[in-house]
């Protein structure tokens, strides 16, 4: 492994800690659903000691007939918008935290490559959505893997970045809830 992704698994492993402690000081539990990191995000949360206070659900809805008979999204959206598409990262999130009756949900859908993109979506598109009931954040954001990776490190690359991403984007979202309840 080289040494770029060794540092992004550092990075990824404080995050998750992070996220797990965050959740279990505010007595929450968060479900995932996965495509493009394959399962990523539950792994590094659920290596985290005590997530099993805070994590029940964690999907891989890597197929379009996993997300829609998993977590409900629905046909029309995958067919007007595709997988990946903030749409899509919407209904993933919302539809696994329904399921787990979860306080959270996050859920990543995009493209890894090295194949698959499009000029609309080139390798690397990926949409993030987290959700609770009360609000919702959707990110887009395209992963720039760095030039001298081969091709089965770039697929790792954009997938550990996107699990960074989400693990910062669910940092981020638990911080704001809980400001925002202090003062409600």
Known sequence: MNNQLIEQVS???ILAN???NLLI?????IATAESCTGGIISSLITSVSGSSQVFDIGLCTYANSAKEK???VSSSTLEKYGAVSSQTAFEMAKGVMTLAEADFGISVTGIAGPTGGTKQKPVGTVFL??????KTKILHIIVKPPSLLNESDIRSYIRFETAKQALILINDFLIESKSQHKKG
């Open 11 to 13: 990075q990824l492993n």
């Open 18 to 20: 992070q996220v797990v």
């Open 25 to 29: 000081k505010e007595n929450k539990k």
């Open 70 to 72: 998993l977590i409900g």
């Open 129 to 134: 959505s987290c959700t609770n009931n009360v």
